[in-house]
């Protein structure tokens, strides 16, 4: 383990926090513009797309997508682990809030799944923005 050398306050800028048995915050936890990225899907909603950090942003393909109909995708990304837990959120590129649902179906060491369905009542070509954030575990 290396040593602290940027204090900011009590701590330290570039601590390593191992074997706590809690991390509490009053304000925000998450990862820093350097963690996140972005990626867009080329051809259609089941292209896979590679983005290899803790957190982004993911632009699917605006192809159509019919009622009560799954599309699934690979989000390859080498910090995936197995035992990982991967949070989905739909931030944006539909019209109509509440038109779709979006989860993770499948993980392995390196990728997920993910499926998104409309649930909308009717046909829709969108594309859909998906934020993801990996909680990654030993």
């Given at each position: 383990?290396s040593?602290?050398?940027i204090?900011?306050?009590?701590?330290?800028?570039?601590?390593?926090?191992v074997?706590?048995?809690?991390?509490?915050?009053?304000?925000?936890?998450?990862y820093?513009?350097n963690?996140?990225?972005t990626?867009?899907?080329?051809?259609?909603?089941?292209?896979?797309?590679?983005?290899?950090?803790?957190?982004?942003v993911?632009t699917?393909?605006?192809?159509?997508?019919?009622?009560?109909?799954?599309?699934?995708f690979?989000?390859?990304?080498?910090?995936?682990?197995?035992?990982?837990?991967v949070?989905?959120?739909?931030?944006?590129?539909?019209?109509?809030?509440?038109?779709?649902?979006v989860?993770?179906?499948?993980?392995?060491?390196?990728?997920?799944s993910i499926?998104?369905?409309?649930?909308s009542g009717?046909?829709?070509?969108?594309?859909?923005?998906?934020?993801?954030a990996?909680?990654?575990?030993?």
């Amino acid at each position: 383990m290396s040593s602290n050398t940027i204090p900011i306050g009590v701590a330290y800028l570039d601590q390593e926090i191992v074997g706590a048995e809690r991390i509490l915050t009053d304000r925000e936890l998450g990862y820093t513009a350097n963690a996140q990225g972005t990626v867009t899907q080329a051809t259609s909603k089941s292209t896979a797309v590679t983005l290899n950090k803790s957190a982004g942003v993911i632009t699917m393909n605006n192809a159509s997508l019919a009622t009560a109909t799954n599309a699934t995708f690979t989000l390859n990304n080498n910090l995936i682990s197995a035992n990982d837990t991967v949070i989905l959120t739909i931030s944006g590129g539909q019209t109509t809030p509440g038109s779709y649902n979006v989860f993770a179906n499948s993980l392995a060491a390196g990728s997920v799944s993910i499926t998104l369905r409309n649930i909308s009542g009717g046909s829709l070509s969108e594309a859909i923005v998906i934020n993801f954030a990996l909680i990654h575990c030993a």
